[in-house]
T-cell receptor, first 113, second 112 residues
Framework: EAGVAQSPRYKIIEKRQSVAFWCNPI?????LYWYQQILGQGPKLLIQ????????DSQLPKDRFSAERLKGVDSTLKIQPAKLEDSAVYLC???????????FGQGTRLTVV | QKEVEQNSGPLSVPEGAIASLNCTYS??????FFWYRQYSGKSPELIMF????GDKEDGRFTAQLNKASQYVSLLIRDSQPSDSATYLC????????????FGSGTRLQVQP
């Protein structure tokens, strides 16, 4: 069974530029999460989707971050404009439902300079 | 108060010893508890989950849950250098469909 796929693996951008990340969850997983992990910290939830609907985006900085999951499968996370403090690893995870264990993709390491 | 608290470590144990990793959580409504292992530069991978009070064993790993004390732990028996990693505790409140909330992780070092 294929795991959670993410791209790109690495991205370096200048502050105020925009960037987008892509995620393809495990087939059949209804729940998809985007987490931000800053070095030395645990993953912090940015947004949770159930199929193509948003369940929780309370910690998403909506002035600069946006995410969508059209058709309830793939998802994209966008940052515009980026700030230095957005430098982190962006992890996508999926699960059968919110009460099941989540499986993580390899992550995208973003560096904002 | 953080929702999920872990000692950041590092916790250093000799090879072959038992490593004990601890986690406390603040939300009494939490129903599911997970331990993830994260190697440096890699993404978290699930080791174990536990839903009921008591112990759950899987190979060298034992998860322990005490909901009354809001405490969950992970024991690693016969620790190996390959176990050296950061261990993340995560909790989930089944009602309300909340996502996993993670602690900041405990770094474990197993000395050969």
């Amino acid at each position: 069974e294929a795991g959670v796929a993410q791209s790109p693996r690495y991205k370096i951008i200048e502050k105020r530029q925009s960037v987008a990340f892509w995620c393809n969850p495990i087939s059949g997983h209804a729940t998809l999460y985007w987490y931000q992990q800053i070095l030395g910290q645990g993953p912090k939830l940015l947004i949770q989707f159930q199929n193509n609907g948003v369940v929780d985006d309370s910690q998403l900085p909506k002035d600069r971050f946006s995410a969508e999951r059209l058709k309830g499968v793939d998802s994209t996370l966008k940052i515009q404009p980026a700030k230095l403090e957005d430098s982190a690893v962006y992890l996508c995870a999926s699960s059968l439902s919110s009460s099941h264990e989540a499986f993580f993709g390899q992550g995208t390491r973003l560096t904002v300079v | 108060q953080k929702e999920v608290e872990q000692n950041s470590g590092p916790l250093s144990v000799p090879e072959g010893a038992i490593a004990s990793l601890n986690c406390t959580y603040s939300d009494r409504g939490s129903q599911s508890f997970f331990w993830y292992r994260q190697y440096s530069g890699k993404s978290p991978e699930l080791i174990m989950f536990i839903y009921s009070n008591g112990d759950k064993e899987d190979g060298r790993f034992t998860a322990q849950l005490n909901k009354a004390s809001q405490y969950v732990s992970l024991l690693i028996r016969d620790s190996q250098p390959s176990d050296s990693a950061t261990y993340l505790c995560a909790v989930n409140q089944n009602t309300g469909r909340r996502a996993l909330t993670f602690g900041s992780g405990t770094r474990l070092q197993v000395q050969p």
